[in-house]
């Protein structure tokens, strides 16, 4: 994975990370399950020009789902998940930072 658009898929704006932003210059960023740390970092510095001091990586479970699906006249129960998450918190060396709202 050598693409930036594939490693970074969206940032992640919440009321916790803008907390995060201003006090300990820490980003996060929802990326794919096969991207490691080394690959993060390269594509944070490349795509926003700034020097990542840590990158620090989540992987979140999909949640249980059931779903009722109506078919012909049967109606069928499903159970079923949300897909799988991995996140990455991205920490900046000071006095560089990353102006999300501009990308």
């Known amino acids: ?3 930036i ?3 970074l898929i969206r940032p992640i704006v919440t009321e ?11 980003y996060a960023f ?8 080394i690959e993060i970092k390269k594509a944070v510095e490349k795509k926003f020009k700034v020097k990542v001091l840590k990158v620090a990586i ?4 999909g ?5 009722t699906v109506k078919s012909g006249g049967r109606t069928i129960r499903t159970n079923g998940y949300t897909k799988l998450k ?4 991205v920490t900046l060396i000071e ?9």
């Open 58 to 61: 989540t992987n979140r479970k």
């Open 95 to 103: 006095g560089y930072n990353i102006d999300l709202f501009s990308i």
């Open 86 to 89: 991995k996140r990455a918190l």
């Open 1 to 3: 994975m050598n693409d």
């Open 63 to 67: 949640k249980a789902k059931q779903m």
């Open 16 to 26: 916790k990370m803008t907390l995060l932003q201003d006090e300990d210059n820490k």
């Open 5 to 7: 658009s594939q490693i």
């Open 30 to 37: 929802e990326v794919p399950l096969s991207a490691n740390k």
